[in-house]
Nanobody
Framework: QVQLVESGGGLVQAGGSLRLSCAASGRTFSSYSMGWFRQAPGKERDFVAALSWSGRTYYSDSVKGRFTISRDNAKNTLYLQMNVLKPEDTAVYYC?????????????WGQGTQVTVSS
């Protein structure tokens, strides 16, 4: 199994930026499609962005043009660069392997990292 640890969250003002990291251990994920999901209090966990093993990127409409997903295979780490953050981006962010056909998670969830955007 692949163990995932998210980090990089914090408190930021609207319009600011954060870069989230997802470090994998146990096995490399260079051959897997990976993605980011987020969950706000009282809401469902939603898809944010995905990156196929071949480098194709996918984004939810709410973050297109603001967020960028990337990876460093040598470091076995997935990233999410978040720019022009909005209060509605406030949530706990999680990474996971994904089915690209449905943008649904496949593996077990990590602890997530909290992102709070103040207005």
């Amino acid at each position: 199994q692949v163990q995932l640890v998210e980090s990089g969250g914090g408190l930021v003002q609207a319009g600011g930026s954060l870069r989230l990291s997802c470090a994998a251990s146990g096995r490399t994920f260079s051959s897997y499609s990976m993605g980011w999901f987020r969950q706000a209090p009282g809401k469902e966990r939603d898809f944010v962005a995905a990156l196929s093993w071949s480098g194709r990127t996918y984004y939810s409409d709410s973050v297109k043009g603001r967020f960028t997903i990337s990876r460093d295979n040598a470091k076995n780490t997935l990233y999410l660069q978040m720019n022009v953050l909005k209060p509605e981006d406030t949530a706990v962010y999680y990474c996971n392997t994904v089915h690209l056909s449905t943008m649904s998670p496949v593996g077990s969830w990590g602890q997530g990292t909290q992102v709070t955007v103040s207005s």
